[in-house]
């Protein structure tokens, strides 16, 4: 068996494999009569089937599946020997053929293309530079915070009067004519309502009149107009909607409205715990800190932008586009999905993140960047908690984060995923030691505009 490599330009080249028949002939031998024990054969008894009905049968199927297999496993060898640093694996040649008679199966040729990472030599000195912007928050920001602390914290609290916003708990009961209830009628208790869905005004503004106790006789289909309001507010299916399109009484039970936080030492205990806050002004100046800290989070973000264009521009890469496309378009696990326009949208961005990719490796080897097992646990209960948060869960414990994150390292694609991320961190945090870094003040509203225009 011959494995070689020819090479087409700096970046492509074709794997040329050539299999002779004694390669194979032993695994073929051996599949087969590992097949005969296995199968059952009308007219043969299982495991004594003559060789020669099992060549007959099953010959072909067992030599290309032997024949694949061997090709497989000699190529990832060869490739691993030799170090080939390959962008994705080989494809099956579009410039050669193969030479493989499946019918008289003898020595066969097979042909692949490949496509090599480009050769780059990466010095870092002082000459490259990138902006640290240090965005100082206002009272608007802080403000903000705030009310969002109070609507947070804030609660539902019973009123005698009804507002547009103001949630109104009621019965209704389906009446005739007369006005008077109809037996065995629609009825719900303590139905749900808002006054602002209510999209006839002049029932509105007999609604907003109403107080505990007193009732309304309204038509709801009429009235509030929307199927799916009135499929909640009556717990029926929207198919059975129009059935309302009658009238009912509703009588008022009770009446909440929202009621934001107020700003006290209840409000501060919550937000910060209890005693570490004693009065507005350390509250706004602790809101302060967290503002600050979540725009250090903002200011990172952009850093890391800049630096990776600046970078992308001082060491620009060439890369085998045509073989990347026809690579993604092939190992896609929705091929429908990936057509050509799709491919020429979001390529570039592909390209621009394999650049980068290409130069963050180079730079952790030559900083010797090195990765632990506890840095990857810790990124990945760091990830679990964000994950939470995101869902509302603020009081898990550490004990519950770490074990949902053992689950996360049990998938490799989210392990490959922190691994890059810590890697990207540790070399941006090495670059910062090594490059120029001006430092510059501004304004939350004028750095979200230079992020929007990024």
């Not at 007999?206 to 309304?216: A, Q």
């Not at 309001?229 to 129009?242: R, T, Y």
């Not at 691994?419 to 304004?443: D, F």
């Amino acid at each position: 068996m011959k494995i070689s490599v020819e090479k087409v330009d700096e970046l492509n080249g074709i794997i040329q494999v050539d299999i002779k028949k004694d390669d194979y002939t032993e695994r073929v031998d051996k599949a087969l009569r590992d097949l005969r024990k296995k199968i059952n054969l009308p007219g043969f008894r299982k495991g004594n089937i003559p060789m020669t009905v099992m060549i007959q049968r099953y010959g072909k199927s067992v030599i290309v599946e032997e024949v694949h297999k061997l090709l497989s496993e000699k190529l990832t060898d060869y490739i691993a020997d030799n170090d080939l640093k390959l962008f994705g694996e080989p494809l099956a040649s579009k410039t050669k053929q193969n030479i493989a008679n499946w019918e008289n199966p003898n020595d066969f040729t097979f042909f692949f293309d490949i496509a090599n990472f480009p050769e780059i030599d990466i010095e870092i000195d002082k000459i490259i530079s990138s902006v640290m912007y240090k965005i100082t928050p206002d009272d608007k920001i802080i403000n903000d915070y705030i009310k969002n602390y109070q609507h947070k914290f804030g609660e539902y609290k019973e009123t005698d009067t009804i507002e547009d916003n103001h949630l109104v708990y009621g019965d209704f009961l389906q009446v005739d004519k007369e006005k008077k209830p109809i037996e065995n009628g629609i009825a719900v208790k303590d139905a749900l309502i808002l006054p602002r869905y209510i999209q006839d005004e002049t029932v509105k503004n007999n609604f907003l009149k109403l107080t505990i106790g007193k009732s309304l006789i309204l038509n709801p289909y009429q009235a509030i107009k929307n199927e799916t309001e009135l499929s909640h507010l009556f717990k029926i299916g929207k198919e059975k909607v129009k059935d309302l399109d009658t009238d009912f009484s509703f009588t008022v039970n009770k009446i909440t409205n929202f009621v934001p936080a107020e700003i006290n030492q209840s409000l501060f205990d919550k937000v910060y715990g209890k005693d570490n806050v004693k009065d507005e002004t350390e509250f706004r100046n602790k809101i302060k800190e967290e503002v600050e800290k979540n725009l250090t989070f903002e200011a990172d973000y952009q850093f890391k932008k800049d630096l990776k264009k600046t970078m992308l521009e001082k060491f620009p890469i060439n890369l085998p586009d045509e073989f990347l496309k026809r690579w993604l378009m092939e190992t896609a696990e929705d091929k429908d999905k990936i057509t050509d326009e799709v491919l020429e949208k979001e390529f570039p961005v592909f390209s621009e993140n394999l650049k980068w990719s290409i130069i963050l490796d180079n730079l952790a080897s030559k900083f010797d960047i090195k990765i632990s097992e506890e840095e990857i646990n810790e990124a990945a209960i760091h990830y679990t908690r964000q994950q939470l948060y995101q869902y509302g869960l603020y009081q898990i414990t550490d004990e519950q984060v770490a074990e949902y994150s053992k689950e996360i390292l049990k998938n490799k694609n989210e392990v490959n995923k922190i691994i890059e991320g810590i890697r990207e961190t540790k070399v941006i945090e090495e670059l910062k030691t090594r490059i120029t870094i001006k430092e510059q003040e501004i304004s939350l509203e004028d750095f979200n505009k230079l992020s929007e225009k990024n």
